[in-house]
C-alpha cells in the first residue's frame, strides 16, 4: 500500500462534499432561480457551487488536529 499524504478521511469528506455541491448547482440549474448567490453570473454560480464545498472540507479536514493510533502490539509491547 502506498503512503498517502492526505488521510483517507480527508479524501472521502472532500468527495461527499463535491457531491452535495453538484446537487446544489443541478437544482439551481433545474429551478432556473439564481438568487442563491444573487447577482453572480450563472455559469461563476455553478464554479463557484462546485467548487467552494469541497475546499472548505478539504481545509478543514487538513487542518485538523490528528490523533495518532497505537496497534495493540505496540501498546503491549511498550507496558513489558
Do not use: C
Not at 47 to 70: D, E, N, Q
Amino acid at each position: 500500500m502506498s503512503k498517502l499524504s492526505v488521510e483517507v478521511k480527508v479524501i472521502a469528506s472532500a468527495l461527499a462534499s463535491a457531491g452535495i455541491g453538484v446537487a446544489v448547482a443541478i437544482l439551481n440549474q433545474v429551478e432556473n432561480d439564481h438568487a442563491l448567490l444573487g447577482s453572480v453570473p450563472a455559469p461563476l454560480q455553478s464554479v463557484i457551487l462546485i467548487l467552494l464545498p469541497p475546499l472548505a472540507s478539504f481545509l478543514a479536514g487538513w487542518s485538523a488536529k490528528h490523533t495518532p493510533r497505537t496497534l495493540p502490539a505496540q501498546s503491549a509491547s511498550r507496558e513489558q
